[in-house]
T-cell receptor, first 113, second 115 residues
């Protein structure tokens, strides 16, 4: 079974631009979550989608948004990029089951200059 | 306010010895805890979990201990191997609205196992 796939792996943008990151979950997984990882901060929860609906949202500004498509693939968008948005963005999917663990992709490394 | 804390950013141990990674939490609503391992340029991979109704869970060389009264959990790796060198993240969760589980992660501990 293929794992969680994130594209692109690396991205360089300038301040003020916007960016869209893509995530394909493991086949059969309907839940997709997004996390931001910055040095020393661990993984910060952005949002979770299930069956095309946002189920949970973390404490991030409205510049961060996402969506999920009917095939469970998900996209994350960040508008008006700031230098502090430079981070590793991780997508994770999980199967149905309240205690099922997250399966992470390898992330998209975003650098904002 | 960090609800999950890993106070040791790094830990070095000799191959064959025990590695003990620690994690503290503040939210008493957390009822499920997990450990993830992360190698550079890869996403975190699930290692082991424990429910709050237990105080210990074992899986091969990995054992997680939970002390609910102290709001503390630890991961023991015995014996440690060089391939265990990675960043270890502690995570905690509770059932949020809609029966969805949201994970709260610690900041990670870099484990280095010396040959």
């Amino acid at each position: 079974k293929a794992g969680v796939t994130q594209t692109p792996r690396y991205l360089i943008k300038t301040r003020g631009q916007q960016v869209t990151l893509s995530c394909s979950p493991i086949s059969g997984h309907r839940s997709v979550s997004w996390y931001q990882q910055t040095p020393g901060q661990g993984l910060q929860f952005l949002f979770e989608y299930f069956s095309e609906t946002q189920r949970n949202k973390g404490n991030f500004p409205g510049r961060f948004s996402g969506r999920q498509f009917s095939n469970s693939r998900s996209e994350m968008n960040v508008s008006t990029l700031e230098l502090g948005d430079s981070a590793l963005y991780l997508c994770a999917s999980r199967p149905t089951g309240v205690n099922s663990p997250l399966h992470f992709g390898n992330g998209t490394r975003l650098t904002v200059t | 306010d960090q609800q999950v804390k890993q106070n040791s950013p790094s830990l070095s141990v000799q191959e064959g010895r025990i590695s003990i990674l620690n994690c503290d939490y503040t939210n008493s609503m957390f009822d499920y805890f997990l450990w993830y391992k992360k190698y550079p340029a890869e996403g975190p991979t699930f290692l082991i979990s424990i429910s709050s109704i237990k105080d210990k869970n074992e899986d091969g060389r990995f054992t997680v201990f939970l002390n609910k009264s102290a709001k503390h959990l630890s991961l023991h790796i015995v014996p440690s191997q060089p391939g265990d060198s990675a960043v270890y993240f502690c995570a905690a969760s509770s059932i949020s609205s809609g029966s969805a589980r949201q994970l709260t992660f610690g900041s990670g501990t870099q484990l280095t196992v010396l040959p």
